[in-house]
């Protein structure tokens, strides 16, 4: 009896640590559209990816690391107010290689993390993870 309660309690605790695994999973060699290393899908910037990180990067030293979904709203969010509009996620996807005319063009990328649509991606929007 006492060994199947540690098995719960362990069980419990390897699925808590599971659910607690934020990461961004960074693109794979296709920048922007569906060009992330998620195992399942990913949103525009690579984050709250379905079934976690397919791949990982590497850092200079050889060492894996997994991108913080925090520090990259952080910097999409150039004016630090807590959201990203439009035109932060537009210069942002730019600077990663994403066509800047077509993604003016057809805004289904912003939108579809966009949830309840007004207007900016908020953080847990942005990454299930993090809090607004």
């Not at 520090?71 to 035109?87: E, M, P, T, W, Y």
């Amino acid at each position: 009896m006492h060994s199947q309660k540690i098995g719960l309690i362990c069980l419990c605790l390897t699925v808590m640590v599971a659910l607690c695994n934020a990461e961004c999973c960074g693109p794979s060699s296709v920048p922007v559209f569906g060009g992330c290393n998620g195992k399942g899908a990913c949103n525009f910037f690579c984050c709250n990816c379905d079934n976690g990180c397919a791949s990982y990067p590497y850092d200079k030293k050889g060492g894996k690391h997994v991108l913080n979904p925090a520090q990259i709203f952080k910097s999409a969010d150039k004016n630090k107010n807590g959201a990203i509009d439009f035109d932060e996620a537009l210069k942002f996807a730019a600077k990663k290689g994403g066509n800047k005319v077509q993604l003016k063009k057809d805004r289904k990328w912003f939108t579809s993390i966009d949830k309840n649509h007004d207007g900016v991606i908020k953080p847990n929007e942005f990454d299930k993870t993090l809090k607004n």
